[in-house]
């Protein structure tokens, strides 16, 4: 029996094929890092936007009770007591919103869990076929990069049930991702509600003058409606100038309305 030698043309092939295998199981490790990112950078934008609500609602708050009042005290008292209501309001209402999506996600990995469990049932008295012995020329052009990634390209079952159960610990899914927690996301709404708040509380607490504290306060709250709403937009991936104008207009509109609604109430 003559005995074939490989080539190189045939043992092209198969190093072309190690190399696309390698690259594919790398693949995975950039996207775990792109995706951690993404909720990074989701983090940042939700915390910009509970800020920017502070500040708008503290803002339009005070001066509505300026327009009625020029107390000073009267407009720090009722901006210290908006803020405070605010970030409670934002915190339970973050914390409700959370626990269903933490509840929803629950539910849908013990329904895959179940459908797994029940493959694995009818898949366990399958026995495969042997594979075909192969062929001498194919041992010849195998590379050990291709057996090294076949080695690790998959875990036993008993080792993916270890780590299953470890994510399962850990709060995790079996992908490894894990699940919202309700009161951190209640807390940080709540401390960035109250962070965008101090902005018009520090910026009016110490002017005495009337006119001089309303326009100081219009001044710094639209300054810092602006660097928001380009912040956000920034972190969105949205056009910083268009999201900057669009979020400073929409709080001139909100502090003016305020403004006019409680003016009638200086009469008294």
Same mark, same amino acid.
């Given at each position: ?6 080539? %190189? =043309? ?65 407009? #720090?008292? %009722? ?15 973050? +914390? ?29 008295? +399958? !026995? ?17 990069? /291709?057996? /090294? ?9 008993? =080792?993916?049930? !270890? ?14 991702? %894990? /699940?919202?927690?309700? #009161? ?22 110490? !002017? ?10 219009? #001044? ?7 660097? +928001? ?19 400073? #207009? ?10 006019? /609604? ?7």
């Amino acid at each position: 029996m003559e005995c074939h030698t490989p080539t %190189s =043309m045939e043992a092209e092939p198969a190093n072309v094929r190690s190399e696309h295998k390698l690259s594919v199981l790398d693949e995975p490790h950039g996207g775990d890092e792109k995706e951690t990112r993404a909720r990074s950078a989701q983090w940042l934008r939700a915390a910009v936007l509970g800020a920017n609500d502070g500040l708008l609602s503290t803002a339009s708050l005070m001066l509505g009770v300026g327009s009625a009042k020029e107390d000073r005290w009267s407009m #720090i008292v %009722s901006g210290a007591a908006g803020a405070v209501a605010g970030a409670f309001s934002m915190a339970v209402g973050e +914390f409700v919103s959370v626990s269903m999506q933490r509840d929803i996600e629950m539910e849908g990995r013990k329904k895959k869990e179940v459908e797994q469990t029940a493959m694995n049932s009818a898949t366990k008295n +399958f !026995i495969p076929p042997p594979p075909p012995p192969p062929s001498p020329a194919t041992l010849a052009a195998a590379s050990p990069p /291709l057996a /090294l990634s076949g080695l690790s390209a998959g875990r036993s079952p008993m =080792m993916r049930a !270890i780590a299953a159960a470890r994510s399962r610990e850990a709060g995790k899914g079996d992908d490894g991702e %894990s /699940l919202p927690c309700p #009161i951190k996301a209640a807390v940080a709404s709540a401390l960035a509600f109250m962070a965008g708040s101090l902005v018009p509380l520090l910026s009016s607490a110490f !002017i005495s003058h009337y006119w001089m504290r309303l326009l100081v306060l219009a #001044i710094v709250t639209s300054v810092a409606l602006a660097g +928001f709403g380009g912040l956000g937009a920034y972190l969105g991936g949205s056009q910083v100038r268009t999201s900057a104008m669009r979020v400073l #207009i929409g709080g001139w509109v909100a502090m003016g309305v305020t403004y006019l /609604l409680l003016k009638p109430l200086d009469k008294h």
